[in-house]
């Protein structure tokens, strides 16, 4: 079974450009989600999709961050204008549903605001 | 309010023998779950555990087992038998079921360092 598919790997951009980050999750996992991870902390909840629904965006900095899911399979995470303070890791996670609902996640990608 | 602790910042460990990683949280929600991930310097995020608020044994998978005592609200994670591969920063979390819409929120982390 093939696993979480993000790209790039790695992205180095000047502030108040845009970027985008595209996922591909696990094939038939119906949840998906967008974690930034800061140098040092954990992963924090971007966005969470049900399908190509959303579940929860209350930590997504809706003013310069967006996300679409279309048709329930890939999903795309851009920043536009991007802040020095946006230099993280971007990770997409997918899982199955259920009680359990462990998330697998994907290799993330590395972003660097200059 | 969901909180996840992990108190240490940094693990020494020598090569084959037992560390226990660290981990507290705080939930108002009866029906939760608590996961151990390991993150190698590759960064990517590797499940290890998997623990239910309801469970009554411990979960354990290979060398991992994770001692789950609820009214203390702890999940700590033992590894036995250390290897060099195991030196990563090892995350805790903890998804609440009612209360928290399904979110799933992460501790700090703990950096282990197995010594050959």
């Known amino acids: 079974e093939a696993g979480v598919a993000q790209s790039p790997r790695y992205k180095i951009i000047e502030k108040r450009q845009s970027v985008a980050f595209w996922c591909n999750p696990i094939s038939g996992h119906a949840t998906l989600y967008w974690y930034q991870q800061i140098l040092g902390q954990g992963p924090k909840l971007l966005i969470q999709f049900q399908n190509n629904g959303v579940v929860d965006d209350s930590q997504l900095p809706k003013d310069r961050f967006s996300a679409e899911r279309l048709k329930g399979v890939d999903s795309t995470l851009k920043i536009q204008p991007a802040k020095l303070e946006d230099s993280a890791v971007y990770l997409c996670?997918?899982?199955?549903?259920?009680?359990?609902?462990?998330?697998?996640f994907g290799p993330g990608t590395r972003l660097t605001v200059l | 309010a969901q909180k996840i602790t992990q108190t240490q910042p940094g693990m020494f460990v020598q090569e084959k023998e037992a560390v226990t990683l660290d981990c507290t949280y705080d939930t108002s929600d009866q029906s939760y779950g608590l996961f151990w991930y390991k993150q190698p310097s590759s960064g990517e995020m590797i499940f290890l555990i998997y623990?239910?608020?309801?469970?009554?044994q411990n979960a354990t998978e290979g060398r991992y087992s994770l001692n789950f005592q609820k009214a203390r609200k702890s999940a700590n994670l033992v590894i036995s038998a250390s290897q060099l591969g195991d030196s990563a920063m090892y995350f805790c979390a903890m998804r609440e079921i009612n209360t928290g819409g399904f979110k799933t929120i992460f501790g700090a982390g703990t950096r282990l360092f197995v010594k050959a």
């Open positions: 623990q239910g608020s309801y469970d009554e």
């Open positions: 996670a997918s899982s199955r549903g259920g009680s359990q609902d462990t998330q697998y």
